[in-house]
């Protein structure tokens, strides 16, 4: 934290003298905490940080993608009014929205876009002669569809369609539908150039980035019920409440909070009632390590989850069917 506290404070002073704003990648700013990615302990870290120093980013490092460039600045005063946090998930956030794009100019023939959507396997390209001037897109759709008229065309802009082009500031929400449709969208910055190009593949693989940690605490819950169904009472597991949750009934497992799962299994009397022959402490350690890293995994973060903690649930599931295959 230290690190990062420096950093902060030493941009502070400099744009406080009137240096120009600096700016540095959103993974170089985690490198300061020591982090790798925006769980909600670190993006917590760093938004705390960021106000100690009155400092902002733009575009906010919590929206842009994890290779973004963001630039540092000093905070509006508060008389102007507080800005409010954006949680919407930002199409510029997604790897393949900050692609430098392949394309054809209008008047390339035929053959070099058949020969470059060949070779890296895409299925469209966009026809363009400038960074930000993109007159159409190229696919194997309109490809077909000229030559299934006996179209006799020879240059790319004879091939052309109307090109899908979104800003980067577009939810993911809202890009799916365009992207369902048309199976792509161009992706355009602020100033008009274009990013990226983000494909229905993209999409796909991005969502299962983001659900599979998803599926796999889903899966350890279930195997946690599982596991302590029918052996304890109303009692025990409402023993295990919170504090301070005096009103909530708790009758079966499925009632408790993964916290609670902890705190009823911490105990040793509870512990012996499931009968089997582990090491209580060392199951607990993990056990209350799949909280702390479900708490990330519920802000359902695009950066995904870190590898070591998406290897560590996937043993722990697997761990817990076998446990249940012996207990059986």
């Given at each position: 934290m230290s690190s990062l506290n420096e950093r902060l404070a030493a941009i502070a002073v400099e744009?406080?003298?009137?240096?120009?704003?600096?700016?540095?990648?959103?993974?170089?700013?985690?490198?300061?905490?020591?982090?790798?990615?925006?769980?909600?302990?670190?993006?917590?870290?760093?938004?705390?940080?960021?106000?100690a120093n009155g400092l902002v980013t733009s575009p906010s490092f919590?929206?842009?993608?994890?290779?973004?460039?963001?630039?540092?600045?000093?905070?509006?005063?508060?008389?102007?009014?507080e800005t409010q946090l954006d949680p919407t998930f930002r199409l510029g956030r997604l790897e393949a929205a900050n692609k430098p794009v392949i394309s054809v100019a209008p008047n390339d023939s035929l053959a070099k876009a058949v020969t470059l959507m060949l070779t890296y396997d895409f299925s469209q390209l966009p026809v363009m002669v400038g960074a930000r001037d993109v007159k159409g897109t190229v696919s194997w759709k309109t490809i077909g569809a000229r030559l299934a008229m006996?179209?006799?065309?020879?240059?790319?802009?004879?091939?052309?369609?109307?090109?899908?082009?979104?800003?980067?500031?577009?939810?993911?929400?809202?890009?799916?539908?365009?992207?369902?449709?048309?199976?792509?969208?161009?992706?355009?910055?602020?100033?008009?150039?274009?990013?990226?190009?983000?494909?229905?593949?993209?999409?796909?693989?991005?969502?299962?980035?983001?659900?599979?940690?998803?599926?796999?605490?889903?899966?350890?819950?279930?195997?946690?019920?599982?596991?302590?169904?029918?052996?304890?009472?109303?009692?025990?597991?409402?023993?295990?409440?919170?504090?301070?949750?005096?009103?909530?009934?708790?009758?079966?497992?499925?009632?408790?909070?993964f916290g609670e799962y902890v705190r009823l299994l911490q105990e040793e009397s509870n512990w012996n009632k499931l009968e089997v022959k582990m090491d209580r402490r060392e199951f607990v350690r993990q056990l209350d390590r799949v909280r702390g890293i479900r708490n990330d995994v519920m802000h359902f973060d695009p950066d995904g989850l870190d590898p070591d903690d998406k290897a560590f649930l996937v043993e722990f599931a697997q761990f817990l069917k076998r446990v249940r295959e012996i207990c059986r």
């Open positions: 744009l406080n003298k009137g240096v120009t704003a600096p700016s540095d990648t959103v993974r170089t700013i985690l490198s300061w905490l020591g982090a790798e990615r925006r769980g909600t302990w670190v993006v917590k870290q760093i938004n705390s940080a960021l106000e919590e929206s842009t993608w994890l290779d973004g460039t963001v630039t540092f600045g000093l905070k509006p005063s508060v008389a102007a009014g006996d179209k006799s065309c020879q240059e790319c802009q004879e091939f052309m369609e109307t090109a899908q082009i979104v800003s980067e500031n577009v939810s993911l929400l809202e890009a799916v539908d365009v992207i369902a449709k048309h199976d792509y969208v161009l992706v355009q910055r602020v100033d008009k150039t274009i990013a990226g190009l983000v494909t229905a593949s993209d999409f796909s693989s991005q969502f299962r980035l983001m659900s599979e940690p998803f599926l796999l605490v889903g899966e350890i819950e279930n195997g946690i019920r599982h596991l302590l169904h029918g052996r304890f009472s109303a009692g025990d597991l409402q023993g295990a409440r919170a504090d301070g949750d005096t009103t909530r009934v708790i009758e079966r497992p499925s009632d408790l909070t």
